[in-house]
């Protein structure tokens, strides 16, 4: 079975400061990883996600996450945090094989970003 | 495209009571799914479908029911609604069209309280 810890429920950084979000997976074969990032009241937008293609991958907002296969990790990074970046984040996967599984994603628990001005 | 939309956006409810949260894709996706959002826990599936007739069940189903008649639709209800349920309820959807990571599309969500 998926599963996707996300290293710290709560993380502040001052504005310009770098961004890290954590997230390992846990999976027999490297599965499909994304990172959605959620406004206050609103639902989920992707910011990127991880197709196999490379292991560096850019999202929008000047976010990027690089995946680490050795590390089974898929963490979330941003050089410099704006006030507009204060959110909640879920990575999330999907496993890379088909049937049912295109239906279903397994997601961690979230992680707050606090932006202090 | 109008995407995912959900309806309503809030509703309150009172133990006991059944009620329809609705979802609807004008993207023609073959894959739809339900989420309940809750504090500390992530989004964890509830129902889902891989096509029109074809549901089963996430990793948290119980008191939960879903149909899908058309490619468009697919209402969660709620059989009699417990304060266990209280949560946000998020429908999703997905496609092989949009690629091979089948990258799922999310509505705004329903937020319903059980009193």
């Known amino acids: 079975a998926q599963s996707v810890t996300q290293l710290g429920s709560h993380v502040s950084v001052s504005e310009g400061a770098l961004v890290l979000l954590r997230c390992n997976y846990s999976?027999?074969?490297?599965?499909?990883l994304f990172w959605y990032v959620q406004y206050p009241n609103q639902g989920l937008q992707l910011l990127l996600k991880?197709?196999?293609?490379?292991?560096l991958v850019k999202g929008i907002n000047g976010f990027e996450a690089e995946f680490k296969k050795s590390e089974t990790s898929f963490h979330l990074t941003k050089p410099s945090a704006h006030m507009s970046d204060a959110a909640e984040y879920f990575c999330a996967v999907r496993p890379p094989v088909g049937g049912t599984s295109y239906g279903k994603l397994t997601f961690g628990q979230g992680t707050i970003l606090t932006v202090h001005p | 495209n109008a995407g995912v939309t959900q309806t309503p956006k809030f509703q309150v409810l009172k133990t006991g009571q059944s009620m329809t949260l609705q979802c609807a894709q004008d993207m023609n996706h073959e894959y739809m799914s339900w989420y309940r959002q809750d504090p500390g826990m992530g989004l964890r599936l509830i129902h889902y479908s891989v096509g029109a007739g074809i549901t089963d069940q996430g990793e948290v189903p119980n008191g939960y029911n879903v149909s899908r008649s058309t490619t468009e639709d697919f209402p969660l209800r709620l059989l009699s609604a417990a304060p266990s349920q209280t949560s946000v309820y998020f429908c999703?959807?997905?496609?092989?069209?949009?690629?091979?990571?089948?990258?799922?599309?999310f509505g705004p969500g329903t937020r319903l309280t059980v009193l």
């Open positions: 999703a959807s997905s496609s092989r069209a949009t690629g091979a990571s089948y990258e799922q599309f």
């Open positions: 991880y197709t196999s293609a490379a292991t």
């Open positions: 999976s027999s074969v490297p599965p499909y």
